[in-house]
């Protein structure tokens, strides 16, 4: 069975412009999470999607967004990138079921974005 | 969630078992405690959790004591590829797939 994959690795953007990150979890996967990964802050965890809806937000800025779609893929947008945006994106897939027990989940090898 | 405590870093000669300590005196009895490792350059993987029973899996075993305020993950017989950070997480079992993540132990296996 394929792991979770995200797209792109590796990415660099300038301050001010906006990007989008992409994350195919593992077949049969409605949960989808993403985590931000900074040397200071270390982990943090951005949101949370299942079946198309969001169930849980970390705390940041309205600036990061995401969605998911109907075959789970999910995508998290930032807008109006600044420097401290830079950090290693996580993206993270469960068999999660609505009100069910927690499960573990599997982490995709990460986007790497460099605001400069 | 109960916040976690855990030694910044530590060595263990390959070969010898590796025991990571960790501290969650303030959690709750709903509270399960997770492992999950992150070796350089990728994403966390999820390794073994518990309640209160010891629990033991291919990876590793997972001793938690009778009050449930401290847990030690072993790892019996280390290989340099477990050379991570490794992160004790409490967190209730049921709802969000949320983690949060502390700033875990740095475990370097030395040949």
């Known amino acids: 069975k394929a792991g979770v994959t995200q797209t792109p690795r590796y990415l660099i953007k300038t301050r001010g412009q906006q990007v989008t990150l992409s994350c195919s979890p593992i077949?049969?996967?409605?949960?989808v999470s993403w985590y931000q990964q900074t040397p200071g802050q270390g982990l943090q965890f951005l949101f949370e999607?299942?079946?198309?809806?969001?169930?849980n937000k970390g705390n940041f800025p309205g600036r990061f967004s995401g969605r998911q779609f109907s075959n789970s893929r999910s995508e998290m947008n930032v807008s109006t990138l600044e420097l401290g945006d830079s950090a290693l994106y996580l993206c993270?897939?469960?068999?999660?079921?609505?009100?069910?027990?927690?499960?573990?989940?599997?982490f995709g090898p990460g986007t790497r974005l460099t605001v400069l | 969630d109960a916040k976690t405590t855990q030694p910044p870093s530590m060595d263990c000669a390959e070969g010898r078992a590796a025991n990571l300590p960790c501290n969650h005196s303030?959690?709750?009895?709903?509270?399960?405690v997770y492992w999950y490792r992150q070796i350089h350059s990728q994403g966390p993987q999820y390794i073994i959790h518990?309640?209160?029973n010891n629990e033991t899996n291919e990876m590793a075993s997972l001793i938690i004591t009778e009050d449930r305020k401290s847990s030690t993950l072993i790892l019996p017989h280390a290989t340099l590829r477990d050379t991570a950070v490794y992160y004790c997480?409490?967190?209730?079992?049921?709802?969000?797939?949320?983690?949060?993540f502390g700033q875990g132990t740095r475990l370097t296996i030395n040949p």
């Open positions: 303030t959690i709750s009895g709903n509270e399960y």
């Open positions: 077949s049969g996967h409605r949960s």
């Open positions: 997480i409490v967190r209730v079992g049921q709802g969000a797939q949320k983690l949060v």
């Open positions: 993270a897939s469960s068999l999660a079921t609505s009100g069910g027990p927690y499960n573990e989940q599997f």
């Open positions: 518990g309640l209160k």
């Open positions: 999607y299942f079946s198309e809806t969001q169930r």
